[in-house]
Nanobody, 121 residues
Framework: QVQLVESGGGLVQPGGSLRLSCAAS????????MGWYRQTPGNERELVAT???????NYAGSVEGRFTTSRDNAKNMVFLQMNSLKPEDTAVYSC???????????????WGRGTQVTVTS
């Protein structure tokens, strides 16, 4: 099993910034992909950003240029720097990992419980 603990959510005004952090622990051989999803009530979870072990990033079009994801491989952590926040960014943000738990094992996906981000004036 892999445990993911997010931190850094909160309330912010439009145009403001927040930084989310996520620490992964447990049965981990390699974290192939780390990233973030978000979800609002009544909607499906959507991809926000991912970063591979080699540092390649991928962003949803709605956050491109405003959000930046990064990772610390030594600490098994992933971060999401969110700038120029908009009310439509309000959601529960969940950490995501695709993990290999043994050298020749398959990859498994895990999501954290999430942290609330609310953008309002």
């Amino acid at each position: 099993q892999v445990q993911l603990v997010e931190s850094g959510g909160g309330l912010v005004q439009p145009g403001g910034s927040l930084r989310l952090s996520c620490a992964a622990s447990g049965s981990i051989f390699s974290l192939e992909v780390m990233g973030w999803y978000r979800q609002t009530p009544g909607n499906e979870r959507e991809l926000v950003a991912t970063v591979t072990r080699d540092g390649a990033t991928n962003y949803a079009g709605s956050v491109e240029g405003r959000f930046t994801t990064s990772r610390d491989n030594a600490k098994n952590m992933v971060f999401l720097q969110m700038n120029s926040l908009k009310p439509e960014d309000t959601a529960v943000y969940s950490c995501y990992v695709r993990v290999r738990q043994s050298p020749l094992g398959n990859q498994s996906r895990y999501w954290g419980r999430g942290t609330q981000v609310t953008v309002t004036s």
